[in-house]
């Protein structure tokens, strides 16, 4: 209620109280006179009790005079509350306007950003191959899903909000009707109240149509200034993309020569190890005939050494049992049992090394650098690695189970980034992948950092088991070849090695970041 609609209803109380005091005072005069007439009657009786009766009346006038001057106090102060009231509506609906304002501020501020990253999205899609330009179309639609989503749950809220704020207000109109009905107050100035809070509701209400429309149109109108902001970036887009698509091609026909070049370097490399390996085995062959000579020879010793013993133990005895008894005989000549030295322990000749053979199951090192861009420049350094070779990807389960194989396009969709992510490599910037298989002797291998919108696709590197890989007497994993790229590095331990190791020793390798001593962790201690 305002305070026009006030003044009118204020005026109306102060003028009935007005007329009431009147009355009373004129009351009260007039009992007076009438009690003064009669005190010179002859009737003393008679005149004492109509100055009763007019001072009975009197009394019963002052006492409807105080009652109208309550009832007046009552009705400001009821004017006052429903003043407070309406303040307070009107607060509400100030602080309701200033968060929806701060709401579409946020909103705006959202879509900028989400402008913002498509346009560095642009930028960096002319250097990606096809497969990266379909992988951004992707979250582009999940960005834009994500968008109309909060969308929709910012109106659901307003909705709600505005909902809630109708109860409320519909609470205090029904707690207000109780309280003047309790109040019994005229049935005329409850029809006038009724009347006039409907007149202010209807209004507010209008406003609040008068606002809403507004604001949808407003709405309206941003929505399409963007699609068409949106159509003039796409047109762009594809007038760039005509023109990386001549600069992807060539670029193309150097990569499949650069890559056939590699490819005959790699198959020179494949044969140059397999000549080794073959050398190698050739070698241990030669050192196990030669180890099992000396042994035979040693056998063989030792047997014409111990028939030599028996020959002079027998012999000895011989002599003894025919040598004279008693005294004067001469003492027996006592020759020293000579008893075999215990053959000295062969010396071991040093281990040949394994003939090491060319194995695909590997399990994968990996320390990673924090990223540099998107939201891994603030807040604590951390990754969410997966490895990917080709079109498939292995998400590790830890030190001691096999790590999961699966499509990239299914490693890398919405459905796992939005869901078990790198499961027990979250939140990790070292992580081991336990038994993968490369298929071939080599193969290439590129980390990625799974994010949200994009995901942070480390160099590829060339990666092979490694043959220098070994425990040490305490248990202690080293690797003399670690696999460096700008922003990473790992080992690539055989599978049946690692096996051999355990998870404490390949825990402990990533706790040294691929040191190349070994691990201070499963060092024994010396007493």
């Known amino acids: 209620m305002t305070g026009r609609g006030t003044l009118p209803l204020l005026a109306m109380m102060v003028g009935v109280y007005l007329t009431t005091a009147g009355m009373a005072v004129a009351n009260d005069q007039a009992a007076h006179a009438l009690a003064e007439k009669f005190a010179g009657g002859a009737d003393q009786e008679a005149a004492k009790k109509k100055a009763a009766e007019a001072k009975r009346k009197a009394e019963q006038a002052q006492r409807k005079a105080e009652e109208a001057k309550r009832r007046a106090a009552e009705e400001t102060d009821m004017l006052a509350r429903a003043r407070a009231e309406a303040d307070e509506r009107k607060a509400a609906a100030d602080k309701a306007r200033a968060e929806e304002e701060a709401l579409e501020a946020r909103r705006e501020e959202e879509e900028r950003r989400i402008a913002e990253e498509r346009r560095v999205a642009a930028k960096q899609r002319q250097e990606q191959a096809a497969e990266q330009r379909q992988k951004e179309a992707e979250e582009k639609r999940l960005a834009e899903q994500k968008r109309a989503d909060d969308e929709r749950r910012v109106a659901e809220e307003q909705r709600e909000k505005e909902a809630a704020e109708k109860r409320v207000a519909e609470q205090k109109r029904a707690d207000e009707e109780r309280r003047v009905a309790e109040e019994a107050r005229p049935a005329e100035e409850k029809r006038l109240a009724e009347q006039k809070r409907a007149e202010e509701e209807h209004r507010i209400a209008e406003e609040n149509r008068l606002a809403e429309q507004k604001r949808a149109d407003e709405e309206r109108r941003v929505a399409a200034e963007q699609r068409e902001k949106e159509a003039a970036e796409q047109r762009q887009r594809e007038a760039a993309e005509q023109r990386e698509k001549e600069a992807e091609e060539h670029r193309i026909a150097e990569e499949n020569r650069v890559a056939e070049q590699k490819r005959a370097d790699e198959e020179q490399r494949k044969l140059e190890d397999e000549q080794r390996i073959v050398a190698a085995e050739k070698l241990a062959a030669e050192q196990q005939k030669a180890l099992a000579a000396a042994r035979e020879a040693e056998h063989q010793r030792l047997t014409e050494r111990l028939l030599r013993l028996e020959q002079q133990r027998n012999e000895r005895k011989r002599l003894t049992e025919n040598a004279p008894m008693g005294l004067g005989a001469p003492a027996p000549t006592h020759q020293r049992l000579t008893t075999p030295e215990p053959a000295a322990a062969l010396p071991s000749p040093s281990a040949p090394a394994k003939a090491t053979t060319p194995t695909t199951r590997v399990t994968i090192l990996l320390a990673m650098e924090s990223g540099t861009n998107g939201i891994r420049r603030y807040g604590r350094k951390t990754a969410d690695p997966v490895i990917c070779s080709g079109p498939t990807c292995w998400i590790s389960t830890g030190n001691e189970r096999s790590a999961t194989a699966m499509n990239r396009g299914t490693a890398l969709g919405p459905g796992n980034t939005l869901g078990r992510r790198a499961a027990a490599c979250n939140q990790h910037l070292a992580c081991v992948f336990r038994d993968v298989d490369l298929k071939t002797l080599s193969a290439n291998i590129?980390?990625?950092?799974?994010?949200?919108?994009?995901?942070?696709?480390?160099?590829?590197?060339?990666?092979?088991?490694?043959?220098?890989?070994?425990?040490?007497?305490?248990?202690?994993?080293?690797?003399?070849?670690?696999?460096?790229?700008?922003?990473?590095?790992?080992?690539?331990?055989?599978?049946?090695?690692?096996?051999?190791?355990?998870?404490?020793?390949?825990?402990?390798?990533?706790?040294?970041?691929?040191?190349?001593?070994?691990?201070?962790?499963?060092?024994?201690?010396?007493?």
Request: aromatic share 4%; with cysteine; glycine share 2%.
């Open 446 to 527: 590129q980390p990625i950092d799974l994010r949200i919108m994009r995901h942070d696709r480390r160099e590829p590197l060339s990666l092979e088991a490694d043959p220098t890989c070994r425990l040490s007497a305490s248990g202690a994993l080293t690797c003399e070849r670690t696999f460096t790229a700008r922003s990473w590095r790992a080992w690539v331990v055989p599978e049946t090695l690692a096996k051999e190791a355990g998870a404490a020793a390949l825990e402990a390798a990533l706790a040294e970041r691929l040191s190349e001593r070994p691990s201070a962790a499963l060092i024994a201690p010396r007493f």
